[in-house]
């Protein structure tokens, strides 16, 4: 019996020693990986965006500004310099700065940042690369127009500053017409809440 109670107690002791390890062991597992690898998983690339017309000028104007730096990083001469300088500046600028928009738009990752105005932003985006690239294609064509790699730069910064203007347009117009919806729908909830209240409150202290 002494020795069933001792081994009894042994494996008490070890329960309950493997309980208090288990308890204080650095390597127990967490949610947190899982919750982590939930949030990689719940990217996806955005078909319908892509498939729709502000997803095609989007990747339309990535690829001609791409296609413009790389025409104007070809050049190894240049004289003067200042138009070539300020052309890569605007083509590098609004390549990388739509490439991120794109980017963020396709797989849904400015849903996660609601505090921008990503409308807005990208309104602000496009206006300014169409005012930059139709200047630093002028600028270009009216000092530079020796080499074919000029000429080249040139045609793709008017197609760029095309394709620009043309989501400029588009967003303007999506931009009005979220205002007059917003505008509508405070117009109805204002109407909602004043219908709710009674206008003749002395008619009910009267009654009462």
């Not at 204080?24 to 892509?50: H, I, K, W």
């Not at 910064?157 to 919806?181: C, D, E, H, P």
Request: aromatic share 10%.
């Amino acid at each position: 019996m002494r020795a069933g109670e001792e081994l009894d107690g042994f494996e008490g002791e070890a329960s309950t020693t493997s309980m208090i390890s288990g308890a204080s062991s650095p390597y127990q597992p967490t949610t947190e990986p899982v919750s982590q690898l939930r949030g990689l998983a719940g990217l996806r690339c955005d078909l319908d965006y892509l498939r729709g017309v502000f997803g095609r000028l989007k990747v339309a104007q990535v690829v001609l500004a791409l296609i413009a730096f790389v025409c104007i990083e070809t050049i190894m001469a240049c004289s003067p310099c200042e138009g070539l300088y300020f052309f890569e500046f605007v083509s590098c600028s609004a390549f990388v700065v739509t490439g991120l928009l794109l980017l963020m738009f396709s797989l849904n990752l400015h849903t996660r940042i609601p505090q921008i105005n990503w409308n807005l932003t990208d309104l602000v985006n496009t206006g300014l690369s169409t005012f930059f690239f139709f200047i630093a294609s002028i600028v270009l064509a009216a000092l530079n127009h020796k080499a074919g790699a000029e000429i080249a730069a040139v045609i793709f910064g008017f197609l760029a500053t095309a394709v620009y203007a043309a989501n400029t347009f588009l967003a303007v117009q999506k931009w009005r017409m979220s205002i007059r919806q917003q505008n509508t729908n405070d117009y109805i909830r204002a109407r909602t809440e004043s219908r709710d209240v009674d206008p003749r409150p002395e008619i009910q202290r009267l009654d009462a």
